[in-house]
């Protein structure tokens, strides 16, 4: 097709420039509301229960996501979700004006966010593919990760100095406008599609839908064990990490949010390091090392574990902390990305929204599990967060033997 003739094609690009300004509203909301809630409450064990619940929603409409990809125009997907973002952010500025019990009101946006994204993001994978075939894959997903962490590094750090300074209202704003100018612009892109048959009725075409993609992932037992890895990595290191960092900084350093803000734009940046080398390497990266960036991943917060052992001076400690989880997340974009175009390229063309809905949903589902976990230990272990990150560290390695051992026999 003439749109993969090249990488930075007419479509590609405008899919990009469409993600870094989706993305970064999406992240200055996101990295807003849950710090609210741990803000307005002082509760850590709310503050994870409030992330965990409220991925239930992407976790239920990710499947969904992936067949409407599948079956629909994805241009036209991306633009009525980006549409619907601008309306709810909207409706949520309408009604905290008059409604005083905020923390409902919060917690269901943030569900009514996370339904969107669990349709967004598979139409967003899916189109990928199509966009840039062969040898060019790798890069484009490359680019997809990197601009998802410079525009999350941004969104965070813009919406912790809002946050410590004005509040709520202008990260609103702020939001608004991105998803806005994102729906006009979905408008223009065009990825190819072909139409599938959709006779039968809803219900039949569902079930039709679903038992072709999981007699497929039986079949290709590869894309089940990358699942499977994305689904501990998230549910130990990442979970740790995405609770961890606001409790460790605000509750157990004793620090203001907008040096949360900070470290959590300085982990972003590793991610944008991960997805640089990644890009650049390219197919050099072999597949069957993939083990290796996990295993730097975990081994990475050793030390923050050893500065809270050896009760060094809470700046000392941040740093750590910052540096550690940057290093962390460099390592695991490096191996995500590789296990990502793996399944792309195992996908038939018809089947790669529906499998990646669900590759993509399990991450999520153990975001919302790990969450919800660490939430309570950070809560009822706060004399010994070493612990905490140690043991998280000897549960990450086993996954990278298990990486080795799974990548190893596929490759």
Known sequence: METTSKLWNRDFTLLIIGQ?????????????????????????????????????????????????????????????????????????????????AILPIVIVKLMALNAIQGVYMPAVSSSVPLLA??????????????????????????????????????????????????????????????????????????????????????????????????????????????????????????MGMEFVGVSQSVMMAGGIVGGIVTGMLGSKLKISNTYLPIMISGLAMLPIGLAFLLNLPSFVIYVVLTAACALALAALTVANIQVVSLIQKETPTELTGKVMSIVVMLPFLANALGQFVYGFIFEYFTTVPYLIVFVTVAMVVVIAMFTRKSIVAYS
């Not at 996501?65 to 980006?82: E, P, S, Y």
């Not at 990760?145 to 969104?155: F, Q």
């Not at 729906?183 to 990825?191: E, K, P």
């Open 133 to 254: 075939t062969g040898e060019k894959l790798v890069p484009a997903n490359a680019v997809v990760n990197l601009i998802n962490s410079l525009s999350g590094m941004a969104g965070m750090a813009i919406a912790g100095i809002l946050f410590a300074e004005f509040g709520l209202f202008p990260i609103l704003a702020v939001s608004a406008v991105c998803f806005a100018i994102t729906a006009v612009m979905d408008l223009f892109i065009r990825v190819p599609f072909k139409p599938q048959d959709s006779s039968g009725g809803i219900i039949k075409i569902v079930k039709g839908d679903m038992r072709q993609s999981a007699q497929f992932m039986m079949k290709k037992t590869i894309i089940l064990k990358c699942a499977a890895i994305a689904f501990l990595i998230s549910v130990t290191l990442m979970s740790m990490i995405m609770v961890g960092i606001p409790v460790f900084v605000t509750q157990y350093l004793d």
């Open 20 to 100: 870094i300004i989706s993305i970064f509203g999406n992240m200055v909301l996101s990295f807003a509301l849950p710090l609210y809630i741990l803000y307005i409450s002082g509760s850590a064990s709310l503050f994870g229960l409030v992330l965990g619940l409220t991925n239930i929603p992407l976790l239920i409409m990710s499947p969904i996501g992936g067949m409407i990809a599948d079956r629909f125009k994805k241009q036209r997907v991306m633009f009525w979700l980006d549409a619907t973002t601008t309306m709810l952010i909207l409706a949520y500025i309408a009604a905290s004006g008059f409604v005083t």
